[in-house]
């Protein structure tokens, strides 16, 4: 089969071109250079030339690797889980995989590369998540922050812990069995087996999925508020969690919020979610920024002088996902340019003149309060504008005003048109609601902090 992929990677990729209209650049550029390294056991390695296309494996991983499964099956018959790695990573594990042995990644495939407790930076910020993971993967037998739930918003070293926990145990517990998905792979998962279950007519499908999840010693579920709200998937996912809950068996979940402003999410596993540890991770202060550039540094054989890092650490706050995507800019900008050998600050300030305004503070507008606060409930943005008043629409509606209010300019007349509301008193009975049952409402208080915090405030 492997023989076959290749044969008809052309015919492959130019149907993902054609049937997701990809444009000429962005196919010449992503997915040309994409090379088929093997095909086993379902599983589609594919090779991303780091020096020709740069550090886009995570974007391509999000963008194309539904995609190509569909491109996959639909030229050779065969459903394959693709998975994306760099040419310098494999190149890496071969060596590591002399005389014969099986690299963790090839055995492993959740395993990300390189996420490990000895590569996560420890600091004051993040140190409470790093012990309690730490304390999971030593004692993986379910006795010990059952579940563990790690909150906050992108890029602050969610899925970092969590590879590090899988990793751990799997190296020092060989005898538990584990397993690390992501919400999204889960989702697609339960809908294949719905899809399977109706083409053959029976239920084979959806007991093979719960074959594959319930029975292991350990669920890693990252990014759990995209299930919330999706009927199948949540209530299959409800039952797995009671599973292994009840067995005894350790869980540990990622979400960009905590249990409970997951206002969707019925109280039974709120309270379940709770009943373990639920930690939340700040973003990094400068400090931790200049001790994740270093430890980047170290790890690959381009030197940047501490003024270029500091200039990266002071204007990058937002989280380490962007912070680590401005270093690789600068690398690649002098790759790209000729100029490698040695980068100045100001190379660096040119390079990342798009990616930081180190002036300008970050705009808050109503429009852009309503999208954070639309997806923060898991809601259409129209529906927050829309005239409905069900209670799932009212609140998150409220929170708008008051923020609208609290950091814009606006007056309460124009906040009202932002919202599509007649009446500008609808805007201070908001205002007004929210000041007050902040003071005595824990969890919207809570709310209204972790909604600042995806505002960059």
């Given at each position: 089969?492997?023989?076959?992929?290749?044969?008809?990677?052309?015919?492959?990729?130019?149907?993902?071109?054609?049937?997701?209209l990809?444009?000429?650049?962005?196919?010449?550029?992503?997915?040309?250079?994409?090379?088929?390294?093997?095909?086993?056991?379902?599983?589609?390695?594919?090779?991303?030339?780091?020096?020709?296309?740069?550090?886009?494996?995570?974007?391509?991983?999000?963008?194309?690797?539904i995609?190509l499964?569909?491109?996959?099956?639909?030229?050779?018959?065969?459903q394959?889980?693709?998975?994306?790695?760099?040419?310098?990573?494999?190149k890496?594990?071969r060596?590591?995989s002399?005389?014969?042995?099986?690299?963790?990644e090839?055995?492993?495939?959740?395993l990300?590369?390189?996420?490990?407790?000895?590569?996560?930076?420890?600091?004051?910020?993040?140190?409470?998540?790093?012990?309690?993971?730490?304390?999971?993967?030593?004692?993986?037998n379910?006795?010990?922050?059952?579940?563990?739930?790690?909150?906050?918003?992108?890029?602050?070293?969610?899925?970092?812990?969590?590879?590090?926990?899988?990793?751990?145990?799997?190296?020092?517990?060989?005898?538990?069995?584990v397993?690390?998905?992501?919400?999204?792979?889960?989702?697609?998962?339960?809908?294949?087996?719905?899809?399977?279950?109706?083409?053959?007519g029976?239920?084979?499908?959806?007991?093979?999925?719960?074959?594959?999840y319930?029975?292991?010693?350990?669920?890693?579920?990252?990014?759990?508020?995209?299930i919330?709200?999706k009927?199948?998937?949540?209530?299959e996912?409800?039952?797995?969690?009671?599973?292994?809950?009840?067995?005894g068996?350790?869980?540990?979940?990622?979400?960009?919020?905590?249990?409970?402003?997951?206002?969707?999410l019925?109280?039974?596993?709120r309270?379940?979610?709770?009943?373990?540890?639920?930690?939340?991770?700040?973003?990094?202060?400068?400090?931790?920024?200049?001790?994740?550039?270093?430890?980047?540094?170290?790890?690959?054989?381009?030197?940047?002088?501490?003024?270029?890092?500091?200039?990266?650490?002071?204007?990058i706050?937002?989280?380490?996902r962007?912070l680590?995507g401005?270093?690789?800019?600068?690398i690649?900008?002098?790759?790209?340019?000729?100029?490698?050998?040695?980068?100045?600050l100001?190379?660096?300030?040119?390079?990342?003149?798009?990616?930081?305004?180190?002036?300008?503070?970050?705009?808050?507008?109503?429009?852009?309060?309503?999208?954070?606060?639309?997806d923060?409930?898991?809601?259409?943005?129209?529906?927050?504008l829309?005239?409905?008043?069900?209670?799932?629409?009212?609140?998150?509606?409220?929170?708008?005003?008051?923020?609208?209010?609290?950091?814009?300019?606006?007056?309460?007349k124009?906040?009202?048109?932002?919202?599509?509301?007649?009446?500008?008193?609808?805007?201070?009975?908001?205002?007004?609601?929210?000041k007050?049952?902040?003071?005595?409402?824990k969890?919207?208080?809570q709310?209204?902090?972790?909604?600042?915090?995806?505002?960059?405030l």
């Amino acid at each position: 089969m492997e023989t076959e992929i290749k044969d008809k990677w052309i015919d492959i990729i130019h149907y993902l071109r054609d049937e997701y209209l990809i444009n000429g650049v962005l196919f010449r550029t992503w997915i040309e250079p994409l090379e088929v390294i093997s095909y086993q056991n379902n599983k589609l390695l594919i090779a991303i030339d780091e020096s020709k296309q740069g550090d886009i494996l995570e974007l391509i991983k999000k963008k194309y690797t539904i995609p190509l499964q569909v491109a996959v099956e639909v030229k050779t018959g065969e459903q394959a889980d693709i998975i994306f790695k760099y040419k310098s990573e494999l190149k890496n594990e071969r060596v590591s995989s002399y005389n014969n042995e099986v690299s963790l990644e090839e055995k492993y495939p959740f395993l990300k590369s390189g996420h490990s407790f000895d590569s996560f930076v420890v600091s004051s910020i993040n140190n409470f998540a790093h012990a309690a993971s730490l304390a999971v993967a030593e004692n993986p037998n379910g006795e010990v922050y059952n579940p563990l739930f790690l909150y906050s918003g992108p890029g602050l070293g969610k899925t970092h812990l969590m590879h590090s926990i899988a990793r751990y145990i799997i190296e020092n517990h060989p005898e538990y069995t584990v397993t690390y998905t992501t919400s999204e792979d889960f989702m697609n998962s339960v809908v294949e087996a719905i899809r399977t279950n109706k083409q053959k007519g029976d239920t084979a499908a959806t007991a093979n999925l719960r074959k594959k999840y319930r029975n292991i010693d350990v669920l890693l579920i990252d990014d759990i508020q995209f299930i919330i709200g999706k009927d199948s998937t949540q209530i299959e996912f409800f039952n797995t969690f009671e599973s292994l809950y009840q067995s005894g068996k350790q869980l540990v979940i990622s979400s960009d919020r905590p249990p409970s402003q997951m206002e969707e999410l019925d109280m039974r596993y709120r309270s379940r979610f709770n009943s373990g540890m639920t930690i939340d991770i700040q973003p990094p202060d400068y400090e931790t920024s200049m001790a994740i550039l270093r430890n980047k540094q170290e790890q690959g054989n381009v030197h940047l002088d501490d003024a270029i890092l500091s200039y990266i650490a002071t204007n990058i706050k937002s989280n380490i996902r962007d912070l680590e995507g401005a270093y690789n800019k600068i690398i690649l900008y002098a790759r790209f340019t000729g100029k490698n050998k040695k980068i100045t600050l100001e190379m660096a300030e040119h390079a990342l003149k798009d990616f930081i305004s180190p002036d300008e503070k970050v705009q808050i507008t109503a429009e852009y309060i309503i999208e954070i606060v639309a997806d923060h409930f898991n809601l259409d943005k129209d529906a927050i504008l829309s005239e409905k008043k069900t209670q799932n629409l009212t609140i998150p509606r409220q929170i708008c005003m008051y923020l609208c209010n609290e950091l814009t300019n606006l007056t309460q007349k124009e906040i009202a048109r932002k919202l599509k509301r007649k009446n500008h008193t609808t805007v201070i009975h908001a205002v007004n609601k929210i000041k007050s049952e902040i003071t005595v409402d824990k969890d919207l208080e809570q709310t209204i902090i972790i909604l600042k915090k995806k505002l960059n405030l």
